[in-house]
T-cell receptor
Framework: EAGVAQSPRYKIIEKRQSVAFWCNPI?????LYWYQQILGQGPKLLIQFQNNGVVDDSQLPKDRFSAERLKGVDSTLKIQPAKLEDSAVYLCASSRNTGSSREQYFGPGTRLTVT | QQQVKQSPQSLIVQKGGISIINCAYE??????FPWYQQFPGKGPALLIAIRPDVSEKKEGRFTISFNKSAKQFSLHIMDSQPGDSATYFC????????????FGKGTLLTVNP
């Protein structure tokens, strides 16, 4: 079974620029998550999709962050404009989320550096 | 507000020793408690998970101990190996909702040979 794919793996941008990250979840996983992991901290959920609908975006800074999941498969996360404090690893995860299976499978992440 | 508190922040253990990482939670609605292992440059990977209806779960060298009344759970790594050197995160989620994970801040484990 192929894992969660993310690209790019690394990105360096200047503040006020825009950036987009892409995620391809494990086939058949209806739930997709985007997490932000700041250095030295645990992942923090930004947004959760169930198929192509948003379940939870309560911690997404909506003035600059946006995400979409077209056709309930791939997803993109965009930051525009970026701030210095957005420097972090952006992790995508997917899950079946049935009653007996709640494991989230994480991709390798995209390391974003904002200068 | 941090709902899952993890300690210690870092831990150094000798090869063959026991590594113990502790977590405490506040929300009694949590009903799923996984531990994730993360190596540098990789995403977190599920190590072991427990539900509150059992007090202990063991998988190989890894054991979760769960104390529902104290709202605490811990990860024990027996016979620690240099290959276990990684960052470990405890987490918790609520079933019947969106299953989102709330993570602790992580513990950097170093196992010296």
């Amino acid at each position: 079974e192929a894992g969660v794919a993310q690209s790019p793996r690394y990105k360096i941008i200047e503040k006020r620029q825009s950036v987009a990250f892409w995620c391809n979840p494990i086939s058949g996983h209806a739930t997709l998550y985007w997490y932000q992991q700041i250095l030295g901290q645990g992942p923090k959920l930004l947004i959760q999709f169930q198929n192509n609908g948003v379940v939870d975006d309560s911690q997404l800074p909506k003035d600059r962050f946006s995400a979409e999941r077209l056709k309930g498969v791939d997803s993109t996360l965009k930051i525009q404009p970026a701030k210095l404090e957005d420097s972090a690893v952006y992790l995508c995860a997917s899950s079946r989320n049935t009653g007996s299976s709640r494991e989230q499978y994480f991709g390798p992440g995209t390391r974003l550096t904002v200068t | 507000q941090q709902q899952v508190k993890q300690s210690p922040q870092s831990l150094i253990v000798q090869k063959g020793g026991i590594s113990i990482i502790n977590c405490a939670y506040e929300n009694t609605a949590f009903d799923y408690f996984p531990w994730y292992q993360q190596f540098p440059g990789k995403g977190p990977a599920l190590l072991i998970a427990i539900r509150p209806d059992v007090s202990e779960k063991k998988e190989g060298r890894f054991t979760i101990s769960f104390n529902k009344s104290a709202k605490q759970f811990s990860l024990h790594i027996m016979d620690s190996q240099p290959g276990d050197s990684a960052t470990y995160f405890c987490a918790a989620s609520i079933g019947g909702s969106n299953y989102k994970l709330t993570f602790g801040k992580g513990t950097l484990l170093t196992v010296n040979p």
